[in-house]
């Protein structure tokens, strides 16, 4: 038995009084989209000089999860940034670090590295042959969702 409150199933408020009530009518409400084909090869990756890095950005219609792709160049790094966000990051290819909040994180391909909310963060790339590609997975659409209050800021 599924159990949720069923005035949320019903688009109203919900109150703790409604916990563990179970329902019946829970319906999916699909977008318009469920996939982006080929990501990095959509016409949205583009170099951008605010974070000094490509972004290809999916454009999943989320209300609380997002997905990206980050390209940094041979011997390069990203602007020092943080973000109101979580994010997680899947290392695709190459290797480098990462300075979060002064501590200096090793990864290569394979790895993963999260990045707590409002930390100061930047990418570095130590190969001085091949780019580095990660994905990032984020929840800035549930911030966006409940109020736009995601946030990044670039270091001077």
Request: proline residues 4%; charged residues 30%; contains cysteine.
């Amino acid at each position: 038995k599924l159990l949720m409150s069923t005035s949320t199933a019903s688009g109203s408020r919900a109150t703790s009084a409604d916990f563990g009530k179970t329902t019946d009518d829970v319906k999916v409400k699909m977008p318009d989209k469920v996939i982006v084909q080929q990501l990095e090869k959509q016409k949205n990756l583009a170099y951008s000089e605010e974070r000094q890095c490509s972004v290809s950005i999916s454009d999943i219609p989320s209300y609380t999860i997002g997905v990206d792709i980050t390209t940094i160049g041979p011997d390069s790094n990203d602007r020092n940034h943080r973000h109101s966000y979580e994010t997680v990051i899947y290392v695709l290819e190459g290797s480098g670090y990462s300075i979060v909040e002064d501590e200096r994180e090793e990864w290569e391909a394979g790895d993963a590295i999260h990045i707590p909310p409002w930390a100061w963060h930047q990418h570095f790339n130590t190969d001085s042959d091949k780019e580095v590609k990660f994905l990032s997975g984020t929840n800035a659409p549930l911030l966006q969702s409940v109020g736009d209050i995601d946030c990044r800021e670039e270091a001077e």
